[in-house]
């Protein structure tokens, strides 16, 4: 399983960089979960948009899925589409982003999966376990399973123990960070730090963990350092263009 970071910042995407987009391949499929802000241009340095095979997509935030309208409109307006690109997300979730064209502009360009958080899903060679993680809208979280490896994503979350739970024996855990050590009083129910995402981390017993999400400004060294005060794994921040090979 290879996992390539597109972007990883939170909430806009800071000068010469992107929102949170994510590729995870095996044996040859592709799967784009959450395309956020600028992610598309990012994915069109490494494939062409028809060789993208899925998209799952955690909640409905435009940080998270706002590429999805750059990414239909690659496919569809050519002489030769291809199929519709399978995307899975929760329901209603991406109603907003999918109406920004004229209506039928996009509609052979997607065939849309809407699942209900805890259902297992199967996308492609991934087999797939989602949660229903707490935010300010209905988000998602997923662990990916391809053979013998896992990846397990929270999307944005505050604090749960359900984020143990899915993350448990990873080999990598992709986890919101938007602050570094403190939540501020009003974002504490729906978002996280690198501290807590670092003590979900030792909970779970995953080997690895990749901070994201960080909001422009968050001081990647001090998350960085705040993770490691919490968890004795390998910490690392998601930048553009980091490739991970869990093997």
């Known amino acids: 399983m290879l ?14 960089r992107a929102c949170s987009g994510y590729l995870v391949e095996h044996d040859g499929f592709r799967l784009l979960v959450d395309p956020g802000y600028a992610t598309v241009p990012r994915l069109l340095e490494r494939i062409t948009a028809d060789q993208v095979d899925a998209v799952f997509v955690s909640h ?31 329901p209603g979730a991406l109603d907003a982003v ?4 004229r209506p039928g502009m996009l509609a052979d360009a997607y065939v849309l999966h809407e699942f209900v958080a805890g259902d297992p899903l199967v996308i492609g060679p991934f087999r ?11 988000n998602a979280g ?9 990846l397990t994503y929270t999307g944005d979350t505050g604090p749960s123990p359900d984020v143990v739970d899915l993350a448990r024996g990873a080999d990598l855990l992709l986890a919101e960070a938007t602050f570094a050590d403190q939540v501020p009083l009003d ?41 490691g005060a919490e968890y004795d794994g390998e910490v690392g921040i998601a930048t553009s263009g980091l490739t991970i090979d869990l093997h």
């Open 142 to 150: 997923i662990r990916l399973t391809a053979g013998e490896r896992v």
């Open 98 to 101: 999918l109406a920004l064209d």
């Open 3 to 16: 996992l390539t970071i597109l972007g990883g910042c939170g909430a806009w995407p800071a000068a010469g």
């Open 60 to 90: 409905g935030h435009p940080d998270h899925c706002a590429d999805l309208n750059p990414l239909l409109r690659a496919r569809t307006l050519r002489d030769d589409p291809p199929a519709p690109l399978p995307v899975y997300s929760l």
């Open 128 to 138: 797939a376990q989602t949660r229903l993680l707490p935010h300010s809208v209905p």
């Open 187 to 227: 974002s504490r129910r729906h978002l996280s730090s690198a501290r807590q995402a670092a003590r979900r981390a030792k909970q779970a017993e995953v080997r690895h963990l990749l901070l994201t999400h960080l909001q422009p400004g968050t001081d990647a060294a001090a998350a960085r350092a705040a993770a």
